[in-house]
């Protein structure tokens, strides 16, 4: 397995594994699957070139040989570095898939000079939050509830 940053020629991956995780686990993201699935073609490309260059934000993808088995992400708004948009498929669980994700975020984060790396979990949602724990995040405050009501707890990293 191999973790690394998006190229702006690897939309159509982004776009599939991202497509994958919002069916997959529509309750831990924001975005759900039927506003993803309609957005056209032009807006995969210009989010993977954003996210393959800069310091702003950062897409990564977990590979298995050529197959895109993980997502994970990041960007910086109002000086809060956040990790966005994880998930790892199913059949690639338990193998060291979403450490390997969440490490190549805090180590472009710490790069960027960002102090701290800020993410939300949805309640319920344990596997995410021991992993997020596991990997140094502390409990924060009450998190931004989901469109649909799902309620969310925010989690810190001091980088």
Do not use: K
């Amino acid at each position: 397995m191999l973790v690394r940053r998006v190229t702006a020629e690897e939309w159509r991956s982004l776009r599939d594994v991202r497509l994958r995780a919002l069916r997959d686990a529509p309750a831990a993201f924001e975005t759900r699957y039927e506003e993803a699935r309609l957005r056209p073609e032009e807006w995969w490309v210009d989010w993977a070139a954003r996210s393959a260059a800069g310091d702003a934000q950062a897409m990564f993808l977990a590979w298995d040989g050529d197959a895109p088995v993980g997502i994970a992400g990041t960007y910086a708004e109002d000086g809060d570095r956040w990790l966005i948009s994880m998930w790892t498929d199913p059949a690639a669980r338990g193998r060291g898939v979403g450490r390997a994700l969440v490490d190549a975020v805090v180590e472009f984060a710490r790069a960027a000079g960002s102090a701290e790396l800020l993410l939300e979990v949805t309640h319920g949602n344990e596997r995410a939050h021991a992993l997020y724990r596991s990997c140094g995040f502390e409990d924060g405050e009450e998190g931004e509830p989901h469109p649909d009501g799902m309620r969310t707890h925010g989690m810190r990293l001091a980088l």
